[in-house]
């Protein structure tokens, strides 16, 4: 595996574990993501990660394999509201957490 498939690797199995306990990564915990969506939790956190700086209609549409009934821009920003700032900190610092000990072994 090349090291940017590491990398988008590492990202995804930490919101897989993230994705197990979402309450703790939602503004309203007893409401936020509970309902079967086109895009969850998971789809959500991976989405934001791997935007560019294309439109959101073409980054929704890119994302969804450019399926016509991929998630319009509103239900985007309406799933994005329910997701805490805490839920990017916890990513990152899970991130950099995993990859300073690969530095500190290889070093």
Known sequence: MTFPETVKTTLWDIIDEMS???????NNPDKDFLRRRKLDFKKMMRL????????????LLKFFNYDF????????????SKLSVSAF?????EFNLNYSRLYRESG
Do not use: C, D
Not at 89 to 93: F, K, T
């Open 20 to 26: 197990l306990s979402i309450s703790s990564f939602v």
């Open 48 to 59: 934001i990660i791997s935007m560019e700086s294309g439109s959101m209609n073409h980054e």
């Open 69 to 80: 009934s991929a998630p319009t821009s509103s239900a985007f920003y309406q799933q994005r």
């Open 89 to 93: 900190r916890h990513l990152l610092r």
